[in-house]
């Protein structure tokens, strides 16, 4: 069994990477090899087997043919421009998401080994006017240039799919909190900063009310899960291959509470209110009504409290003092 | 008014031009040029308006850039790779039907001009394990290439109208019929040869039960909701562009029935019944219960008899003896 992820020096690719090494198999055979490609040579990960570590552009189809080989077996494609950062630059977002995860798929095609791909989308697919709650059979109306490349993606994962290239498989990911690591250009940033800079002894901004719900992760499920989601049957996977995530509802409110009942009173202190309305136009457009009715009866979870992800964060990422 | 119809050589795009030609004005303005364009340089229609002909490949930007100017209005995207033809090839389908219409996007995003774009989108759209019958907010599940890329289109139209780059409008057609002029490598060609071959007195072949049904739409009524689809107002279009146009379900042997009462017991015996296993597994994939509620409530209309379509046929497209 040998496993590519693509993407794999970002928070997810790397928590992926380590809870496979400490696994050993996958898809009921033994792991061989391991290789993380990201844009920047990813930090590598200690595994009981080989474990390299490259440089891939995922928009440069030469670049994607040197990550994947016809021993590549299981292919995690992680890689994208995030939301706010594809808003502000139309080609980029295009150039990564769009052309990058044809790239890929194209790789395999040419290949004729039929790999598995276990695609990450977005909850960002949603929006529009389509009545709640989300279901498996809701349109897909982003309102967002990265839902719209995240969208495409799914469909083509289908359609290579249904031809035979791959055996792909689609999780729409609900917002991963808390996230370790720094903020970043996701319209989704400060839903992990506004506890983890506390968390850590630093100032967060909240760019919205404390009533404003969302669906949330903690990323220790989301690793869960996207490994339980290559191990899924293809006949099980049906004729969308593309589901919902499992998730949880929360308001701000909510998250802060949860930290406060973890950690004490003084984190949430750390936290000014500021509106910002380019960060709410994007959020606020987001559609966190979900009922993941596929996913959860093929067994994905979701986490059973915020408390839960606070502490998820505390034992596995927050930085020693 | 400057309009420009890619794929202005085909069916629809040859009775679309002569249509704008009687009718001399859209969106509330006379009408001033019209362009044809096409793979192959389109047959010119006689207006009271200059009209050119022009070959355009949409799948090479540089072709599509000489065919549309600053100075044009509405943009008919009707060019296309049809559903059987996409199935088989599948690197050019993607090239004409994907990248073609990136390239018409992309150009218009280029001049900064935000024309009106009308994009024809299929019900081939449609498919997978979504529950009937289909409506406005439907998840797109297609099992055909065609239809994937015609659901890459809409994503697109959408992202590209949300940012402000055309202000586009997307139309899910019906397969059309009776369409005239000869079988073409659509799957759904039989759906018009089994009625237009028998009423020019030659033998059609069918390749599925008479109980088959399906979603129709007239070619006259098509034109005539590409016309009120350039002229509904973008307020009104909403956050999805694209739509389900109306057409009405008929069996197979209610299409012959209609074609009995019109024209006589005569042609109904000129068609074979021959089971072809390829065009069904197609076809019997698409979706033919469509409750499409937005374009009707736009004002977009169906038929009212498939005896109207055979009626059609007579009047505007047969051959004469």
Redesign the interface.
């Known amino acids: 069994m040998n496993i590519l992820i693509l993407g794999g020096g970002g928070v997810v690719g790397q928590k992926l990477a380590q809870s496979l090494a400490q696994r050993g198999h996958l898809r009921g055979q033994e792991i061989t090899r391991m290789t993380l490609a990201d844009i920047v040579d990813p930090v590598p990960v200690e595994a009981p087997f080989p474990v390299e570590t490259t440089t891939c552009d995922i928009a440069d189809p030469a670049s994607v043919a040197t990550s994947i080989d016809a021993d590549t077996d299981v292919i995690y494609l992680l890689a994208a421009i995030v939301s706010a950062h594809a808003e502000e630059d139309?080609d980029t977002g295009y150039r990564i998401n769009m052309t990058g995860t044809i790239n890929v798929l194209e790789r395999a095609r040419a290949l004729g080994t039929k790999p598995v791909v276990v695609f990450t989308s977005s909850l960002a697919v949603f929006?529009?006017?389509?009545?709640d709650p989300i279901t498996?059979?809701?349109?897909?109306?982003?309102?967002t240039?990265y839902g719209?490349q995240k969208?495409?993606g799914e469909?083509?994962v289908?359609?290579y799919s249904?031809?035979g290239f791959i055996d792909g498989r689609g999780f729409r990911l609900p917002t991963i909190s808390v996230r370790p690591g720094k903020p970043n250009r996701a319209a989704s940033s400060f839903m992990s900063s506004i506890l983890r800079e506390p968390l850590n002894g630093q100032e967060a901004i909240c760019p919205v009310e404390d009533d404003f719900l969302h669906y949330y992760l903690s990323p220790r499920k989301c690793v869960e899960n996207l490994i339980k989601g290559a191990e899924l049957a293809e006949d099980d996977v049906?004729?969308?291959r593309n589901m919902m995530m499992p998730g949880k509802i929360w308001s701000v409110r909510q998250l802060i509470d949860a930290m406060t009942a973890v950690a004490g009173a003084e984190p949430a202190k750390l936290i000014r209110f500021e509106a910002q309305p380019d960060i709410q136009r994007i959020v606020k457009g987001w559609r966190y009504d979900q009922a993941p009715e596929k996913s959860l009866k093929l067994g994905l979870t979701a986490d059973d409290s915020f408390e839960d992800n606070i502490r998820y964060y505390l034992e596995d990422d927050k930085p020693a003092a």
């Open positions: 139309f929006g529009g006017e389509v009545p498996d059979h809701t349109f897909l109306n982003p309102q240039s719209t969208a495409i469909l083509l289908n359609d249904r031809k049906g004729m969308n």
